[in-house]
């Protein structure tokens, strides 16, 4: 039960799909401030790489978990759902929604679901099952979790060793299911008004964004700030943004300026697959095609969803 009716609105979808730009017209709409549920935006010096707002989208709507973390500082689903729920709770507080926009799955699965306490990974422990499964196969490692927690083992396909192992290790290392585990959790679904929207389009269409954002990218000084970021010590999180990689090799005389750009383009296209699979079974999503509506025509539409499920 809802103890907290406030309402509090998701913007998903893939990179390229344009999130940012209605989470803004959105925001103006319903007098709203916008939560970055990005893991790379969240980083100082990184806007380019990111595709970050700009100084002066900041200025118009308010901003929260953009541009505030030094680069050689970790992140994870942990501390932006600690952090996001704080701006949250204060965003409501002063009478204004807070519209939560990115493609980071995990991180808003960790802030809507919330996560549930997970222990460190024991290798040993893996490396055992692992040999388990390739001597005796994998569904005889699955029915081994069949017996322990039978809820788990049906979500999880009997090919899927790495997560079969993973719930198999979490049972050795703390005595309790995963599935007793997450019954345990809580997230804002437990206390808000949660909708989430999702945007999408034809792949084609989200390549051809990606094509035109890594060219419009190149165009802008990202190899000077790449150039600065390569003199940091990068935290694993800030080393994992798409385009440092490419252009690392480019500055190292790895490969060309235009083949640099080519590999940032086909990683993103696979990035955004990514994106795609994780959002596309969450059946809470409402779907906008992009293809065949304008961001005007959606936010009307998100606008009306709105008023329609108001309690």
Same mark, same amino acid.
């Given at each position: 039960m809802k103890?907290? =009716?406030?309402?509090?609105?998701?913007?998903?979808?893939?990179?390229?799909?344009?999130?940012?730009?209605?989470?803004? =017209?959105?925001?103006? &709409?319903? &007098?709203?401030?916008?939560?970055?549920?990005?893991?790379?935006?969240?980083?100082?010096?990184?806007?380019?790489?990111?595709?970050? %707002?700009?100084?002066?989208e900041r200025a118009l709507v308010k901003h929260y978990l953009v541009g505030c973390l030094a680069p050689e500082k970790e992140y994870s689903a942990a501390i932006f759902s600690k952090k996001a729920a704080a701006a949250i709770k204060s965003i409501i507080r002063r009478k204004k929604i807070p519209i939560v926009a990115g493609g980071s799955g995990l991180y808003i699965k960790a802030l809507v679901d919330g996560l549930f306490p997970s222990p460190e990974a024991d290798h040993a422990f893996r490396k055992r099952m692992a040999d388990y499964a390739k001597r005796y196969g994998s569904p005889k490692l699955h029915a081994k979790l069949s017996a322990i927690d039978p809820?788990?083992?049906?979500?999880?396909?009997?090919?899927?060793?790495? &997560?079969?192992?993973r719930a198999l290790e979490i049972y050795n290392s703390t005595g309790k299911t995963m599935t007793e585990l997450k019954s345990g959790t809580k997230g804002?679904?437990?206390?808000?008004?949660?909708?989430?929207?999702?945007?999408?389009? %034809?792949?084609?269409?989200?390549?051809?964004?990606?094509?035109?954002?890594?060219?419009?990218?190149?165009?802008? %000084?990202?190899?000077?700030?790449?150039? &600065?970021?390569?003199?940091k010590k990068l935290s694993k999180t800030a080393a994992a943004a798409l385009g440092i990689k490419e252009v690392d090799r480019y500055l190292a005389g790895g490969y060309g300026l235009a083949e640099a750009k080519e590999m940032l383009k086909l990683n993103t296209r696979h990035?955004?697959?990514?994106?795609?699979?994780?959002f596309k079974p969450d059946v809470r999503i409402k779907w906008f095609d992009v293809a065949k509506m304008n961001e005007k025509e959606i936010v009307s539409n998100i606008v009306s969803a709105l008023r329609k499920g108001a309690k």
């Open positions: 103890v907290n =009716k406030g309402k509090v609105i998701f913007i998903v979808g893939s990179t390229a799909i344009g999130k940012s730009s209605l989470a803004m =017209k959105l925001a103006k &709409r319903l &007098r709203g401030e916008i939560i970055s549920a990005d893991s790379m935006q969240v980083y100082k010096g990184m806007g380019i790489v990111s595709q970050a %707002p700009s100084a002066k809820e788990a083992a049906l979500k999880i396909h009997h090919n899927d060793i790495r &997560r079969i192992i804002l679904a437990d206390s808000y008004d949660i909708r989430i929207f999702g945007l999408t389009a %034809p792949r084609e269409k989200i390549y051809s964004n990606i094509d035109s954002r890594v060219d419009i990218m190149f165009d802008s %000084p990202l190899i000077d700030e790449i150039a &600065r970021l390569r003199r990035f955004a697959k990514r994106q795609i699979a994780w």
